[in-house]
């Protein structure tokens, strides 16, 4: 059984977090680029080259790309012969989290659900993380992070279909999802799409879709057309970036597709704003 | 579409010369509130007691700042989703204010509002909080510091970049920008 020290992980965790709040993804300012030269409004134009003007700020001075920070989203698959020294591997992510919102700056925004008080003083700085945890092969640990900002979260939905929906009532019911958003998720996004599973299955797969670098291609043919088809009928909705008109209103669509139960075509839309801060490491 | 620089305090005669759609660099004194010191100024107004700052001509910004780093004034500071001060910012208007900055839509009753007391709403760009960060030269809470990143601050921009959204005309840059660019089958 290969062993990983507690530490290692929270130095980790907190250097992915530091990194992200700063750094936009190479895949994700790629997009941007390709989404200006595209736009043919040029309110939206303008408004994209802001966002990467603020991106090489952001990197050059150290400063957090986006106020809203996010809460701190990890899918983490730990191999079966590996164990953590000297702690709970949950224990170690949220303490690598908690550091790294900590040295770089970033805001803490998690808070109770009703009183809305914030937690920072008493569960921790932005904690708890939300963790997906699953058990795979092998002696290593892959965590994936992001962070995720409340406005685009606030826009997504999740509905069971019946199987007689298919694939044109998932088409509909994503751009109904997107046109009711407008520009509040703060457009271009990424839409995150998970079919099939059970309705948690559904919603769990749509936010792990998002972590997925832009411009990558999705291994089913099939699926791939179908992102295909639904990025080409959202971007006709015309709300082009932050909402003010135009042809780039999504960067990618990506699907995360599961077998299902013979009565339910479950259906989730996690919707993901251009400030896409998504990063992984094995350890 | 016209680009303006305006200095706070706005006047009747600054807004309803602007249209949807005009580019604005804002500088001079701003305050900003999210819900929670919104709900506290309304609920003061109702009451008839003093605000913490005069709403003539004002600019609110709804914004939650990240924590300064050591020697800025603030944080990243970009705009936050604006429907959740719908309900709030009819009355802000009615007393005096004549501006807010935020994204995303709102409510039929804030463009009303824009259009009886001179209001105008501005869209900042949503995830530029390094950027906007930078044109904020001062920052100091005023009220409500136990609200944290949502307390009330008084801060002062330098060619602040706003994009006219509602203004007192009745338009809508959403609607018209949408309208203009929608392919229908």
Do not use: W
């Not at chain 2, 009886?116 to 909080?129: C, K, N, Q, R």
């Amino acid at each position: 059984m290969r062993e990983i020290e507690f530490d290692v992980v929270v130095k980790a965790v907190r250097d992915m977090i530091v990194h992200c709040g700063t750094d936009l993804p190479q895949d994700t300012y790629d997009a941007l680029e390709e989404a200006m030269e595209n736009e043919k409004s040029p309110v939206s134009k303008e408004v994209i080259r802001q966002i990467l003007e603020n991106a090489n700020i952001a990197k050059d001075e150290k400063r957090p790309l986006c106020q809203d920070t996010g809460l701190a989203v990890f899918f983490v698959n730990v191999g079966e012969e590996v164990r953590i020294k000297g702690g709970l591997l949950r224990d170690a992510i949220n303490k690598g989290t908690e550091q790294g919102y900590t040295d770089a700056y970033l805001r803490a925004s998690t808070c109770e659900p009703f009183s809305r008080l914030n937690l920072k003083d008493t569960v921790g700085y932005n904690l708890p993380a939300i963790i997906h945890f699953d058990i795979v092969a092998g002696d290593k640990i892959d965590i994936e992070y992001a962070a995720k900002g409340g406005g685009s979260e606030n826009v997504s939905r999740a509905r069971v279909f019946p199987p007689a929906a298919g694939k044109e009532g998932i088409i509909n019911y994503v751009k109904e999802v997107i046109s009711d958003a407008g520009g509040n998720p703060c457009p271009p996004i990424t839409i995150g799409v998970g079919i099939g599973g059970t309705f948690e299955k559904a919603c769990i797969s749509s936010k792990h879709a998002l972590f997925r670098d832009l411009g990558s291609v999705n291994e089913d043919p099939e699926m791939d057309e179908m992102e295909k088809d639904i990025l080409t009928e959202v971007n006709k909705l015309g709300i082009g970036a932050m909402g003010m008109g135009g042809t780039e209103t999504a960067l990618a669509v990506h699907i995360e597709s599961n077998p299902c139960h013979i009565a339910s075509l479950p259906v989730s839309v996690n919707v993901q704003c251009h400030s896409s801060r998504h990063t992984h490491i094995t350890i | 579409m016209a680009e303006y620089t305006l200095t706070t305090p706005l006047t009747s005669e600054d807004t309803k010369m602007l249209e949807a759609g005009d580019t604005v660099l804002l500088n001079g004194t701003i305050y900003t509130a999210r819900d929670a010191a919104h709900k506290r100024l309304v609920d003061l107004i109702e009451k008839g007691e003093e605000l913490p700052f005069d709403l003539e001509g004002s600019i609110i910004y709804f914004v939650g700042p990240t924590p300064p780093k050591p020697g800025d004034p603030i944080g990243s500071a970009g705009p936050t989703t604006s429907y959740r001060m719908d309900s709030y910012s009819p009355t802000m208007l009615k007393h005096g204010s004549k501006g807010m900055i935020g994204k995303g839509k709102r409510d039929q009753a804030v463009k009303d509002a824009c259009v009886a007391y001179d209001g105008i709403y501005f869209g900042a760009t949503g995830g530029a909080g390094a950027l906007l960060g930078k044109k904020i030269t001062s920052a100091e809470v005023i009220a409500y510091p136990e609200l944290g990143p949502e307390a009330v601050r008084k801060i002062t921009v330098k060619d602040f970049p706003v994009t006219v959204i509602n203004d007192t005309h009745g338009n809508d840059l959403y609607q018209q920008g949408r309208e203009q660019y929608e392919i229908k089958d």
